[in-house]
């Protein structure tokens, strides 16, 4: 765990965390907007939607602040992947909020208060679930460089 604390991977963990807060504050906004202030769009429109708002500033605060890319983005290499995995994290997500929205009677009335915590909740957590997993594969695969130590050289040596 030293080796951990202070190192490279903990600072783009560190910013990763924050990055995701605030993508996870503008997609929850855009999901309360759409399906519980101006109803634009039933639970999985909305959270589609939201999860599309939210994909912009997750990719840029991914690349340009927690793993310092300055180079151009590459479509191929990096904006589709990432599109990819916002493309699973929009499928699970969808279902979860779609999921909690056919069984949001047991909160209340469609778009109370109750259920509109019930289905965003439930949007909330589909991410939650699926955190862990994307910084794994931002770091190892997508932004990684080569010049970085590999995860590996962190872990403890039993010899020491």
Avoid at 7 to 19: E, I, P
Avoid at 79 to 103: C, E, K, N, Q, R
Wanted: aromatic share 16%.
């Amino acid at each position: 765990m030293g080796r951990f604390v202070g190192s490279d991977l903990s600072k783009k963990f560190v910013k990763y965390a924050v990055g995701s807060g605030v993508s996870a504050v503008v997609s929850y906004v855009a999901l309360i907007l759409s399906y519980g202030v101006f109803h634009l769009f039933e639970a999985r429109g909305s959270a589609i939607f939201a999860t599309l708002v939210g994909a912009v500033p997750s990719y840029f605060l991914n690349r340009n602040w927690a793993w310092q890319k300055r180079d151009r983005s590459s479509l191929s290499k990096e904006v589709v992947p990432y599109l990819i995995m916002a493309i699973i994290g929009l499928v699970f997500s969808t279902w979860s909020t779609d999921f909690a929205s056919s069984h949001s009677s047991i909160a209340g009335p469609p778009h109370s208060s109750a259920a509109v915590l019930f289905v965003s909740g439930a949007y909330i957590g589909s991410f939650a679930v699926l955190w862990f997993a994307k910084f794994a594969f931002l770091n190892r695969f997508l932004f990684a460089s080569a010049n970085e130590p590999n995860v590996e050289a962190l872990k403890p040596n039993i010899a020491d």
